[in-house]
């Protein structure tokens, strides 16, 4: 049955981070290059309005819920520890719980309320803009990787079984 319940979250954490690293490639690869064309309000209204609206979409129970099996990955190497596969179960939750979610919640996230309340006409907008469109798509491009890392980590162990 252990067996069994593994197999199940590794397919849970294959399919949802496989699933998050394609939201977030797509900020990455296109969308976040496509508001840099725009004019700066148009640009800051837009991703305003994404992250509002992401915040009550399917994108959420995605979000903490792959993060959850992630670290019930990593607590059953942990608790299994010395067990063949507890040492490749903690590599493949940790990428996604450390390299998605934390750096979501420490710098994507606030990086989106200060956008959020940045006042579209004001005179520094232009300048809050760039910095934000650079670091936040460096973060994302963290985000993109850790994800995909944990989905071929998982399937690679599925693919051993």
């Known amino acids: 049955m252990y067996e069994n319940i593994v197999t199940g979250l590794l397919w849970a954490a294959a399919l949802g981070s496989g699933l998050m690293a394609g939201i977030y490639f797509a900020f990455s690869a296109f969308i976040m290059r ?8 148009q640009s800051v209204a837009a991703m305003n309005a994404i992250n509002e609206v992401i915040t009550r979409s399917w994108f959420m129970p995605l979000f903490f819920g792959t993060t ?7 607590m059953i ?6 067990d063949p596969d507890s040492v490749p179960t903690l590599i493949a939750g940790s990428p ?9 919640v420490v710098f994507n996230v606030p990086l989106n ?25 460096r973060w994302n491009h963290i985000r993109t990787v850790s994800s995909l890392v944990t989905s071929g980590l998982c399937i690679w162990m599925l693919s051993a079984q």
Do not use: K, P, Q
């Open 96 to 104: 996604y719980f450390i390299g998605m979610f934390v750096c979501t």
């Open 68 to 74: 959850i099996v992630s670290v019930v990955l990593m």
């Open 113 to 137: 309320n200060l956008l959020a309340g940045l006042n579209e006409d004001s005179t520094h907008a232009e300048d809050v803009w760039s910095r934000y469109l650079i670091t936040w798509t």
């Open 34 to 41: 496509a508001f840099d064309r725009l004019d700066t309000t």
């Open 77 to 82: 190497a942990l608790v299994n520890w010395g």
